[in-house]
Structure formats: C-alpha cells, structure tokens
T-cell receptor, first 116, second 111 residues
Framework: DVKVTQSSRYLVKRTGEKVFLECVQD?????MFWYRQDPGLGLRLIYF???????EKGDIPEGYSVSREKKERFSLILESASTNQTSMYLC???????????????FGPGTRLTVL | KQEVTQIPAALSVPEGENLVLNCSFT??????LQWFRQDPGKGLTSLLL?????REQTSGRLNASLDKSSGRSTLYIAASQPGDSATYLC??????????FGQGTRLTINP
C-alpha cells in the first residue's frame, strides 16, 4: 500500500513564525503536491514537484515556499505565518505518467494548522 | 477555467438504499476523474479513477461512470451502510497532473 505521512496532525503557531510542514512518501513517486482545504473553498493546489529540486506554483502559492531535496520528502514552508493561513494542509503523491490518464494521487492524513 | 460542481451538497438516506452522487465539470479536456472519500478531520482516500477513454470503473459496491462529452460523472453506491457516511469528493485531472476538486457531497447513512 502507498503510504504518505505528514509530520504533524495538529500544529499551533504564532503570527510571524516560520513554519515547516513535512511530507514523506514511501512509494518512490516522482510527483508530490501540497494542497490546502478550507470550508466553502474546497481543496486548492499550493505547489507541486515533478522531481528532486523541481517545483511548480499551483493556484495559491503566495506566502508559501517548498523544498524537495530528496525524492521521498516534500516540505511546505510558511515564511511568516499569518492568521489567514489557518487551514487543513494535505500532501499527496503520484507516480509518473505510466500511461495517459493513469495518475492516481494518494493523500496523507493532513495537518490542521492554527495560526494565532 | 475548469470548474467542478457536486450536487447535492448533502444527502441523508436510510441504510440499505442505493444512491447516486453527481459530479459535473465545465471543460471536457481532462485526463482522468477521481472519486475520493474523506472522513471528518482526515485525509482523502482514493476510491476510483476513471481514465478519459473509459466509461466506468467498479470497486465492490461502488460504480463510477464518466461521460466526458457532457461533462458528467456519477458515483453509484449500492446497499449503503452506516460506514459509508463521509464526504465524497470528485476531482478532474487537467494538464501537468493538476487536480481540480469539487466541493464534495456530505453523505449520511442512517441505521
């Protein structure tokens, strides 16, 4: 079974702090993703990565950065946390395009971040 | 811009009923469509993936169909059980492996 793990289930930080959210997958997947989920807004893509040291902006990258130094690990960084970044953060991974249309994404359990 | 809509937003049915959840999308240029389940406060569990060239996929009591030309997908759940209570999300994959999600249908199965 694919396993995607996230470093914390719940996190409470103060405004202005630098926050690191870690995601690790054990299936040697090339692709990794960070989403946030908010009531009424659904899931929105923040950043994704096709390979080590590669990153692409998603729909809402402002206020975030990412790091991918190893294939299995994808980190989301909040440079200076703000209250509007309080949210559920979900990490996902998927294999490369094995065939057009077959790229199932597997999600981690999520991190509920509260910024005070 | 792709938009994904799920109707209804919430559904409550008695145990044992068969039910259908609906998903529609505005741009038919998709690679695939995925259905997920999310329990409260948890991550997403992938249920079914339908490639753009396929019409349906089945897994146990679940059957998902895809009509790309009309921009619609349905998730059929047979003989519903209380353990099926969750939020069900559909998502379409566009280029660059980007998933666009619907808002979800919150399903409650009453014993």
């Amino acid at each position: 079974d694919v396993k995607v793990t996230q470093s914390s289930r719940y996190l409470v930080k103060r405004t202005g702090e630098k926050v690191f959210l870690e995601c690790v997958q054990d299936m040697d997947h090339e692709n990794m993703f960070w989403y946030r989920q908010d009531p009424g807004l659904g899931l929105r893509l923040i950043y994704f990565s096709y390979d080590v040291k590669m990153k692409e902006k998603g729909d809402i990258p402002e206020g975030y950065s990412v790091s991918r130094e190893k294939k299995e690990r994808f980190s989301l960084i909040l440079e200076s946390a703000s209250t509007n970044q309080t949210s559920m953060y979900l990490c996902a991974s998927s294999p490369p395009l094995a065939g057009v249309g077959y790229n199932e994404q597997f999600f981690g359990p999520g991190t509920r971040l509260t910024v005070l | 811009k792709q938009e994904v809509t799920q109707i209804p937003a919430a559904l409550s049915v008695p145990e044992g009923e068969n039910l259908v959840l609906n998903c529609s999308f505005t741009d038919s240029a998709i690679y695939n469509l995925q259905w997920f389940r999310q329990d409260p406060g948890k991550g997403l569990t992938s249920l079914l993936l339908i490639q753009s060239s396929q019409r349906e996929q089945t897994s146990g009591r679940l059957n998902a169909s895809l009509d790309k030309s009309s921009g619609r997908s349905t998730l059929y759940i047979a003989a519903s059980q209380p353990g099926d209570s969750a939020t069900y999300l559909c998502a379409v994959m566009e280029g660059a492996q980007k998933l666009v999600f619907g808002q979800g249908t919150r399903l409650t199965i009453n014993p």
